[in-house]
T-cell receptor, first 116, second 115 residues
Framework: DQQVKQNSPSLSVQEGRISILNCDYT??????FLWYKKYPAEGPTFLIS?????DKNEDGRFTVFLNKSAKHLSLHIVPSQPGDSAVYFC???????????????FGKGTSLLVTP | NAGVTQTPKFRVLKTGQSMTLLCAQD?????MYWYRQDPGMGLRLIHY???????AKGEVPDGYNVSRLKKQNFLLGLESAAPSQTSVYFC??????????????FGDGTRLSIL
């Protein structure tokens, strides 16, 4: 059973506007969350992360929000640019279990298209 | 600045054949991982290693074996390939930390087709 869910397979946004990508998780033990970006024929690249002790983390145009009570996180991209068009994966892990190598549980991804 | 390198990039196998996928990282990372990605799916963990000489099973380990004889290399083996193993395989590595996760760094993937 998938523990990390991205219910929107795709999203289209105009250049300059805000892109909001959503992610839900079912395992309340998860305490570290990451977003990865993936272009075709390339591996995922790390974008931004957030620990469960925070509710917001910002890095330039990218902000991740965490709502632990709702088991929900979102990635905001402002302003969106055509180069942001990619598949975005949400991932979660447990920092308490170093023996698991902090293995990641991935969502299915959301394909973002930013149009000029 | 190679990072994580996967070899080969593409391969076509016949059912029943065996092969080994190689992953090499030059970042001196302790942790290494093998994932597979199927259409419409996220990445699923096959096996992982928290250090040289150690390996462990992930979410979907059946039909695969791994070895980590050297810190920088993590090998994924298919002993008898099956069409269900047609997928894109990603290797990743991460620095070990006692106190927090460190982001995983991914290779560009190996596209494997089993006929």
């Amino acid at each position: 059973d998938q523990q990390v869910k991205q219910n929107s397979p795709s999203l289209s946004v105009q250049e300059g506007r805000i892109s909001i990508l959503n992610c839900d998780y079912t395992n309340s033990m998860f305490d570290y969350f990451l977003w990865y970006k993936k272009y075709p024929a390339e591996g995922p690249t790390f974008l931004i992360s957030i620990s469960s002790i925070k509710d917001k983390n910002e890095d330039g145009r990218f902000t991740v929000f965490l709502n632990k009570s709702a088991k929900h996180l979102s990635l905001h991209i402002v302003p969106s640019q055509p180069g942001d068009s990619a598949v975005y994966f949400c991932a979660a892990s447990l920092t308490s279990n170093s023996n698991s190598g902090y293995a990641l549980n991935f969502g299915k991804g959301t394909s973002l298209l930013v149009t000029p | 600045n190679a990072g994580v390198t996967q070899t080969p990039k593409f391969r076509v196998l016949k059912t029943g054949q065996s092969m080994t996928l190689l992953c090499a990282q030059d970042m001196n990372h302790e942790y290494m991982y093998w994932y597979r990605q199927d259409p419409g799916m996220g990445l699923r963990l096959i096996h992982y290693s928290v250090g040289e000489g150690t390996t462990a099973k992930g979410e979907v380990p059946d039909g695969y074996n791994v070895s980590r004889l050297k810190k920088q290399n993590f090998l994924l083996g298919l002993e008898s390939a099956a069409p269900s193993q047609t997928s894109v395989y990603f290797c990743a590595s991460a620095r070990a930390s006692l106190y927090s996760n460190q982001p995983q760094h991914f290779g560009d993937g190996t596209r494997l087709s089993i006929l």
